[in-house]
């Protein structure tokens, strides 16, 4: 909306100062270039005001015209292109890519999702995974433990740690009753409700003792005195943190092993944008190239020979599926000539 408002308020200034040019303009000539002018304007307001329409009527706060599913990504700070979020999960051991998808414009929703589809994937009853703070969410490391997942995702720090005030973990929290101690000794009360943020939803805890409190200058700059919030899934974000901390050497090879890959795509091999447009043709492209890589990969793992034999044990046991195939599927056909196959649906119950 900002876009548009930007974009009509500069056409309307235009039209103006055409107008007015075209009052006092007495030269034919010059009527008529400033008429094409004006016009062009005009037309220019009608695109964007269907534009906005169109961006009303879509419920989303944002649109792309280039690309419907692409939206705005934050690059550094104040960078921003527009485009997809590729996430990958890959695995300790090997450093092949697993999984991939495009995701949203930000890291906070994808931890459950691609973590839950690995493991899915790789057919385990349970999993360990790794990573950085744009993933750490209490409700997303939620849902991996009820999972059988453990996160050890880098803790964020809350808000409070870096206004120069009483931090959060200044404030002693008792399970049991469900209240918070202040650095003043005083009892923080909740009313029960929980509040909607951006991320996450959180339970606030007051207390009425903060006027004429000694210490209240170091504690908050509030009128209404000092209040902590606390994310209803705040257990999970301490236990998360625990672990991380508990066990440092460990969450640090999440460096070691998935920024390698991405290092070797984008440096090495220039994928640094993609070439498609919509959701399912950019993770098409991104399934080719991880592709690539992961048999690139397997050559160092494996050597060639050994690759070679088991993709061809591979071929043997396809052809065997394609057999079962046809006798299931008499509307699917098929072609071979020396293993490469060519699909043909004739017709798709």
Same mark, same amino acid.
């Given at each position: ?11 309307? *200034? ?24 004006? *016009? ?6 009608? $695109? ?34 527009? =485009?997809?979020?590729?996430? *990958? ?24 999702? +691609? ?11 349970? +999993? ?5 703070? =744009? ?24 808000? /409070? ?6 931090? +959060? ?23 029960? /409700? ?14 009425? $003792? ?20 606390? /994310? ?51 993770? /098409? ?26 993709? +061809? ?37």
């Amino acid at each position: 909306q900002k876009k548009i408002d930007f974009h009509k308020d500069y056409i309307d *200034a235009k039209i103006n100062e055409y107008l007015e040019a075209l009052d006092s303009e007495e030269s034919l000539e010059k009527r008529v270039e400033i008429e094409s002018k004006l *016009a062009h304007q005009k037309k220019n307001k009608i $695109k964007f005001e269907a534009i906005e329409k169109e961006l009303f009527d879509s419920g989303e706060l944002q649109i792309s015209k280039t690309d419907p599913d692409a939206r705005k990504v934050i690059l550094h700070k104040n960078i921003i292109n527009v =485009g997809y979020n590729v996430q *990958a999960g890959t695995d300790s051991k090997y450093k092949l890519f697993i999984n991939a998808q495009t995701g949203t414009v930000n890291d906070v929703y994808a931890l459950s999702p +691609m973590t839950i589809e690995a493991k899915n994937l790789l057919n385990l009853k349970k +999993m360990k995974v790794l990573a950085d703070k =744009g993933y750490t969410t209490g409700k997303e490391i939620n849902t991996c433990t009820k999972n059988n997942i453990t996160t050890y995702c880098s803790p964020k720090n809350h808000s /409070s740690n870096n206004n120069g005030l009483y931090s +959060m973990n200044s404030f002693e929290y008792d399970k049991e009753e469900n209240t918070y101690t202040c650095p003043a000794g005083e009892i923080l009360h909740t009313n029960g /409700s929980i509040y909607k943020k951006v991320n996450h939803r959180v339970k606030h805890y007051r207390t009425k $003792k903060c006027k004429g409190c000694e210490v209240r200058e170091y504690c908050t700059k509030n009128k209404s005195g000092r209040f902590i919030e606390r /994310s209803i899934y705040q257990e999970d974000l301490e236990e998360n943190e625990k672990r991380v901390n508990q066990n440092p050497d460990y969450y640090r090879r999440r460096q070691q092993i998935t920024e390698h890959q991405f290092g070797t795509l984008k440096r090495q091999w220039g994928f640094t944008h993609t070439l498609m447009k919509g959701k399912e043709n950019v993770l /098409s492209e991104v399934y080719l190239c991880f592709s690539v890589y992961n048999l690139l990969r397997s050559i160092q793992i494996l050597g060639l020979d050994a690759l070679k034999k088991r993709l +061809m044990n591979l071929v043997f046991i396809f052809r065997e599926y394609i057999g079962l195939f046809k006798a299931l599927c008499p509307t699917l056909f098929f072609e071979s000539n020396n293993f490469n196959f060519k699909f043909t649906i004739l017709k798709s119950d």
